[in-house]
């Protein structure tokens, strides 16, 4: 059975780095195919994706966020990091990682359930 | 990068068919079959509903269904029930190999 757990802050003040951690299980991050993407989605707004890293370590990212934004896995551990500096109130969202295929295939099949994150100013 | 665009709302009566669309460019939808579909229940997470634009996954009902014509990609959900109401968001791979999602459909089923 495939889960992801999000953890993380659930409040960062304005220009701080926010540190989020996917906790999965289930499948390996070091096979071909295999992907986790971040996505956020803030309140009453629609799904935003934001990040990618691959079982080959290749990484992605939303273009207009890529400088604010790091990912990172620790396969060992079955963890995947996203970093987000310089946090500001618009930012305020539920963040969720997905398992995602990505060698042929592009989608999330499996996501965790979400953590709140709120932006103080 | 911009977002997909799909109407705010659809709605339809139970039993009855509807369709949910979901356009962009040629750089993303006209551009790959790699459109997905999710269901998002208010408080839950998203749901795969369709993959590569046609593909239902294993458990979810074949009133689902997806296709695809240039630039367009659609979900079309028959014989609507009460527990179809729900949110809606596509999403496509783009031609630089990040994801772009839509700004979501509310489905209500009246």
């Known amino acids: 059975q495939v889960t992801l757990r999000e953890s993380g802050p659930a409040l960062v003040k304005t220009t701080e780095t926010l540190t989020l951690t996917c906790t999965f299980s289930?499948?390996?991050?070091?096979?071909?195919?295999?992907?986790v993407s971040w996505i956020r989605q803030p309140p009453g707004k629609a799904l935003e994706w934001l990040a990618r890293i691959d079982w080959d370590q290749d990484k992605y990212y939303k273009p207009s966020l890529r400088t604010r934004l790091t990912i990172s896995k620790d396969t060992s551990k079955n963890q995947v990091v996203l970093t987000m500096i310089n946090m500001d109130p618009v930012d305020t969202a539920t963040y969720y990682c997905?398992?995602?295929?990505?060698?042929?295939?592009?989608?999330?099949?499996?996501w965790g359930k979400g953590t709140t994150v709120t932006v103080s100013s | 990068q911009s977002a997909l665009t799909q109407p705010a709302s659809v709605s339809g009566s139970p039993g009855q068919s509807i369709t949910i669309s979901c356009t962009g460019t040629s750089s993303d939808v006209g551009g790959y079959n790699y459109v997905s579909w999710y269901q998002q229940h208010p408080g839950k997470a998203p749901k795969l509903m369709i993959y590569d634009a046609t593909n239902r996954p294993s458990g979810i009902s074949n009133r689902f269904s997806g296709s695809k014509a240039g630039n367009t990609a659609f979900l079309t959900i028959s014989g609507l029930q009460a527990e179809d109401e729900s949110h809606y968001y596509c999403s496509s791979y783009t031609s630089i190999a990040t994801l772009v999602f839509g700004g979501g459909t509310k489905l209500t089923v009246l």
């Open positions: 997905a398992r995602m295929f990505c060698n042929g295939y592009y989608y999330m099949d499996v």
């Open positions: 289930g499948f390996s991050l070091s096979t071909r195919g295999m992907c």
